[in-house]
């Protein structure tokens, strides 16, 4: 069965604080992505990442930094937390040579800063 | 102008009722289409790809209009348990299949 876990289903943090929020996938996929939801907004992806130690800027980067050191973990970093940063943050993963409908994610992190 | 834009609702419908969503795309480039469906609270999961062809899954039929860049959902013989958030996707296929989500429609079924 397909499993992508998050680390924290819920996480208050404070302002000025760095945010580690951890992904782990068990499919072996090469492709795994980081995205924020917010209402009204839908989801909109922060980073991504190809392989190891890859990773590219998706189309709301600023603020955040992703770490992809082992193929099933890729970790998104929120170096200095700002309350604009409060959302809903999801993780994916995909095969690379897999068809687009096979993106999988994990349930969510819920972030909220104070 | 938002990539995917869908009407965000509530759509407030009774059971057995049916229901129709609509969604429309700006890049013409875009290659493959999904909605997915949200459930308060969890992650979205895929409810069905979208065909040229259109196509149909029990109570669930998609169609897609490329030349008006048109998504529809129609939802027959509404139940409880389709009251849920469903998000129009459209997808750019290459090394790592870049997927764009539409803000979501919220369907209300009530008894």
């Known amino acids: 069965d397909v499993k992508v876990t998050q680390s924290s289903r819920y996480l208050v943090k404070r302002t000025g604080e760095k945010v580690f929020l951890e992904c782990v996938q068990d499919m072996d996929h090469e492709n795994m992505f980081w995205y924020r939801q917010d209402p009204g907004l839908g989801l909109r992806l922060i980073y991504f990442?190809?392989?190891?130690?890859?990773?590219e800027k998706g189309d709301i980067p600023e603020g955040y930094s992703v770490s992809r050191e082992k193929k099933e973990r890729f970790s998104l970093i929120l170096e200095s937390a700002s309350t604009n940063q409060t959302s809903m943050y999801l993780c994916a993963s995909h095969a690379r040579q897999g068809a687009p409908d096979t993106q999988y994610f994990g349930p969510g992190t819920r972030l909220t800063v104070l | 102008r938002k990539e995917v834009e869908q009407d965000p609702g509530p759509f407030n419908v009774p059971e057995g009722a049916t229901v129709a969503f609509n969604c429309t795309y700006s890049?013409?480039?875009?290659?493959?289409f999904f909605w997915y469906r949200q459930d308060c609270r969890k992650e979205p999961k895929l409810l069905m790809s979208?065909?040229?062809s259109g196509n149909e899954d029990g109570r669930f039929t998609a169609q897609l209009n490329r030349a008006s860049q048109y998504i529809s959902l129609l939802i027959r013989d509404s139940k409880l348990s389709d009251s849920a958030t469903y998000l129009c996707v459209v997808g750019f296929s290459g090394g790592y299949n870049k997927l764009i989500f539409g803000a979501g429609t919220r369907l209300a079924v009530h008894p």
């Open positions: 979208v065909y040229s």
């Open positions: 890049n013409s480039a875009s290659q493959s």
């Open positions: 990442s190809y392989d190891v130690k890859m990773k």
